[in-house]
């Protein structure tokens, strides 16, 4: 095999572009894949845009890539051989991909991104074939759960799937065996395992004794740091471990006391409202800053008021005020404190592409809990619960912001709030 070569990007000759009027192009397209008859597209490698993409068989002695693109004016489609696809685009001369890179290349497509999105560094070419130069992850999906999954960042993307229907007890040892035989194929040191809104991380090695659970909040995060070989599973489960302890400490109520800006106890019932700072020292002074800072008097903190009218389904934006507005509170479940507002649960929504931190009724799961601790500074920081993810909180105008989760920031910037009782 030839050293992998980086280019700046892919063949950019533009194909013949077709004579008839353009229709307009739709804003989602469906990745069409065109299989010669020669090929069992059971022994093709899955991926994840499968399950939203047509396949159509074709006659190998007759069927022409090239005459089927001039009738297809707004579109773009893939060929499949054995051992290489081939996307076919008015922009630019067909590229040949490698099939340990489909998904990721089939996945921007069908958000419609550009094609020269897919030509950065990441992307080498070997042996006449462009693929990512991180090896893809291999996940094994339940196959109930299929058509739940969304591909949404780069670690969805570069991923290869399998398939399993049992509704016992996960073999990993048994699927551990199918990984070890893609071990050319994608990173070989670890799989993942789904089952709805569970994820396992399973070492190769040793399927049996380690596998590291996890949920779609820390995934990116969880499957980043293994891919690229910063940790091992064994890792993982030792800060796990540690993660609990730190938590047996501060968030059960019979160990964990929160308090407010002068010390005294927060307890469940007492009403309390959240500051946050107006800006930071590092901050630039830019026009929403200085128009907040003019209406809340210079004040260096801010009172989280009330939901704004900016609601997104579940998700929710804040709006500041001078005043105490409305309050938040604790509610104690099973031994858990978890923080409240107007009643409900404040916690992680990761039924979206991206987790975010919304308002709920009902008392949230494991890996949708907030872990509230303090800071080293003394004011209350909020993260994600069993994981060293900072939850953050942003201005986005003037007057409203938002809490969202920062997989890549350390937790020492977790967002810096202060409680007044009320």
């Known amino acids: 095999m030839s050293a992998p070569q980086k280019f700046s990007e892919f063949p950019s000759t533009a194909m013949p572009l077709a004579t008839a009027d353009m229709i307009r192009k739709p804003r989602f397209l469906k990745p069409t894949a065109y299989v010669h008859d020669y090929i069992n597209l059971g022994s093709v490698q899955k991926c994840l845009e499968d399950r939203r993409s047509d396949f159509v068989t074709v006659n190998s002695t007759t069927f022409s890539a090239e005459l089927e693109l001039e009738s297809r004016p707004h579109e773009r489609f893939f060929v499949l051989e054995r051992d290489h696809f081939t996307l076919f685009s008015h922009s630019h001369t ?10 990721a290349v089939m996945s921007p497509l069908w958000r419609d991104a550009a094609f020269t999105d897919m030509t950065s560094t990441k992307f080498v070419e070997v042996d006449g074939l462009w693929q990512l130069e991180q090896l893809p992850v291999l996940c094994f999906v339940f196959g109930q759960d299929a058509d739940t999954l969304q591909s949404s960042y780069l670690i969805d993307d570069n991923t290869i799937h ?10 990993m040892a048994e699927l551990a065996t199918v990984a070890q035989g893609k071990a050319d194929l994608c990173v070989s040191h670890f799989f993942v395992v789904n089952r709805g809104k569970e994820y396992w991380a399973v070492d190769t090695k040793d399927p049996s004794s380690i596998s590291y659970a996890f949920g779609p909040s820390t995934k990116t995060r969880t499957i980043s740091r293994l891919a690229n070989g910063s940790i091992a599973v064994r890792a993982l489960i030792d800060e796990e471990l540690s993660q609990i302890s730190i938590d047996a400490h501060t968030s059960q109520i019979t ?9 005294e106890e927060v307890a469940e019932g007492d009403n309390f409202v959240l500051q946050i700072p107006d800006r930071g020292d590092d901050e630039d002074e830019d ?5 907040r800072r003019t209406m809340f008097d210079n004040k260096d903190w801010v009172t989280i008021f009330n939901r704004s009218h900016f609601n997104f389904g579940s998700e929710v934006m804040f709006t500041g ?13 099973d031994g858990i404190t978890y923080l409240t507002f107007e009643g409900q649960f404040v916690q ?16 949230p799961s494991k890996h949708n809990r907030i872990h509230l601790t303090y800071s080293d500074d003394g004011f209350t920081a909020l993260s994600i619960w069993g994981a060293k993810v900072p939850i953050i909180f942003e201005w986005m105008k003037a007057t409203c912001g938002v809490f969202y989760i920062d997989e890549g920031a350390d937790i020492d910037d977790s967002a810096k709030l202060r409680i007044i009782k009320v």
């Open 287 to 291: 026009e929403d800053i200085r128009e």
């Open 162 to 171: 399998e398939y399993y229907e049992s509704t016992a007890t996960v073999d």
């Open 348 to 363: 992680i929504n990761d039924y979206g592409r991206i987790p975010d931190i919304v308002v709920l009724p009902e008392t």
């Open 255 to 263: 160990e964990f006391k929160l308090r407010d800006i002068n010390g």
């Open 321 to 333: 005020s001078m005043d105490y507005g409305f309050s938040f509170g604790i509610a104690v479940v």
């Open 94 to 103: 067909p590229v040949k991909f490698s099939y340990k890179s489909r998904n």
